[in-house]
């Protein structure tokens, strides 16, 4: 039911239908009888007659986040057509878009399934008033992955014991006390790959792989891509790759990568 609802989205739409287009552009586009049906067709519609206005845009302020061998099609769609909702049909000055929309994970570098921290580094806030004193902040990094061992903690579920389940994630129940344990040094790990060609095909392209460890962070681009090294702490916004100036931590991100090869 979520499903078939969220495939309901207007915007959902508009995406499948962009994405339908750029794969066939001689085909004719159809829009379906839909209650937004109207505000549908005028996004798609206008997408594609500004695509060249749209496209003059991303390349001026986002050639540092937008990259035609990383950026999935799906997600360029995706900005293109905030883009021209947001500018043509809701009149939003264009610095606005950018500051507000485009630009809303800086200082950090890329965006939504980047590896780089824009895509990737979100706060998480906890609101537990018997158990959590309010005010409290805590920069230890974690994962996303680290959610279910953290809940499973919290109402007594042992997840070896669970059929099927694996994670790589660790239990931060210990930073939630008031008086939060140190989980020590760790290696993080993240990866996915990009879609290749139809959403439903299942196809996949590209792997990309990332990895943290203190205050260092490597980020691959496919597995035959180089390996680029950043000093997180000095280099939040990941701008300086130190990978040559420093090849035996380069050395030992890339065998972590290799080691996590499908």
């Known amino acids: 039911m979520i499903q078939n609802e969220a495939l309901q989205n207007p915007r959902v739409i508009v995406i499948q239908k962009l994405y ?3 794969l066939n552009k001689d085909s004719e586009i159809t829009f379906p009888k839909h209650r937004y049906k109207k ?3 005028d996004v798609v519609n206008g997408t594609i007659e500004r695509k060249e206005l749209i496209q003059n845009l991303m390349d001026k302020e986002l050639k540092e986040d937008i990259n035609e061998n990383k950026t999935e099609l799906m997600i360029k769609l995706m900005i293109m057509a905030a883009i021209y909702e947001f500018m043509y049909m809701h009149k939003t000055p264009v610095k606005v878009v950018i500051s507000e929309y485009l630009k809303a994970s800086e200082p ?3 965006m939504k399934r980047d590896l780089y921290d824009g895509g990737i580094h979100v706060p998480m806030i906890v609101h537990w008033p018997e158990r959590i004193k309010a005010g409290r902040t805590d920069d230890t990094p974690w994962l996303f992955a680290d959610v279910m061992p953290t809940v499973a903690e919290l109402a007594g579920v042992n997840l070896n014991m669970v059929p099927r ?3 790589n994630g660790k239990s931060i129940v210990g930073l939630l006390k008031t008086e939060p344990s ?5 290696v993080l790990y993240w990866e996915f790959s990009k879609q290749v060609g139809d959403p439903n ?6 792997t990309y ?3 943290r460890k203190g205050e260092w962070k490597a980020v691959r681009y496919g597995y035959d891509a180089p390996l680029e090294l950043f000093n997180i702490e000095k280099d939040p916004a990941e701008l300086r790759d130190l990978s040559k100036k420093n090849p035996d931590i380069a050395s030992e991100f890339l065998a972590l990568f290799e080691e996590n090869k499908d």
């Open 20 to 22: 339908g287009h750029h």
């Open 182 to 186: 140190d989980m020590g040094e760790r």
């Open 201 to 206: 095909s299942g196809v996949i392209g590209d």
């Open 39 to 41: 505000f549908i067709k």
């Open 209 to 211: 792989q990332a990895a």
């Open 108 to 110: 950090y570098r890329g």
């Open 165 to 167: 389940v694996k994670t």
